[in-house]
């Protein structure tokens, strides 16, 4: 829908005039969360603690995308290098407007909980939850400020459901949704508001790879999930670009999952089809293809 402001056109699924900082938007669901921001014109900084993949991701995005960009480094774990990092972004692009917690690590090992190490556990919420944590405690007092923010954190099909010998990214992801629904409540009368992904397995080029090592089993979860597939980052983009638009200010303390299906489905037992091939996902991507090449 379009509308008038300040003599320019500007529509209600636009993104101009905001800065998107992305934890982890060097890569993977980070990534394409940034790309589908800048696609709506937001300014995007990216925060990762791979340097190299992060200068690299904010150049792509602004040669793509015509936005302001800039990049930081550091672990958002550690608390005055992330908030160091996050200082530097406002100076380079003037405010954060929307976070994106998505900075993740997989379970480094399947192991049931009586032999698990418990620095694994610790390991997964830090990253996942202290990091989010300290990011958003970082940046609400400027949207608090300007009385308008988007908390995006990235929860898991494992936040809702249980699966075996996953514990520390079970703990991880199913506290990540309580955070945002008690945030989203303190937040809420300074127009911020807070929401969660959760998606299902998706084709990031990590599990890519695993997929390639044959750590992964491609048809075992898309035949879990009733859509037949995984998903792609993407989709996934698509859904926080949406949570971060002024016009979704209604919206807040959810958990939205993007999965196929996969955490509402019963009974797996009956059958509904086959399941597709991982060649199927050409043609999702060819969706998002469409949609750059149809940017004017
Ligand atoms: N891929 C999936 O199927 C899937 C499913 C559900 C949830 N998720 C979640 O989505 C998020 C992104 O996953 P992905 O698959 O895109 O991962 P990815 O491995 O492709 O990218 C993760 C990025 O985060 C960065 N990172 C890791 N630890 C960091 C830290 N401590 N500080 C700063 N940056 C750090 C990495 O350098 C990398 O660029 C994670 O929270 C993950 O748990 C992924």
Redesign the pocket.
Known sequence: MRRRQAGRAVTTDSLQGLCTLV????????FAAAAECARRGAAIAV????PQ?AERAAGALAERFGVATCWAS????EGPMAKGAIDACVQRLGHIDVLVN?????TPRLAAVADMPVDDVQQMFD??VR?AFLCSQAVIPGMASRGFGRIIN????LGVLGLPFRSG?AIA?HAINGFTKSLAVEVARQGITVNAV?????L????QRRLDDGLLDYALYADRAPAGRWGL?EEVGHVIAFLALPASGFITGTVIPVDGGYTMRGDPGEAIGAAGAVEGLRAVRARFDDLEEGRG
């Open positions: 934890t982890g938007g060097a890569q993977g669901i980070g925060l990762d603690m791979n993949a550091a672990n958002v774990a998505c900075a993740g690590i997989m990253v996942h990091g990235i929860s898991s099909v990214y992801k959760a998606p299902g397995y998706i990031t080029e990590t599990l980052p």
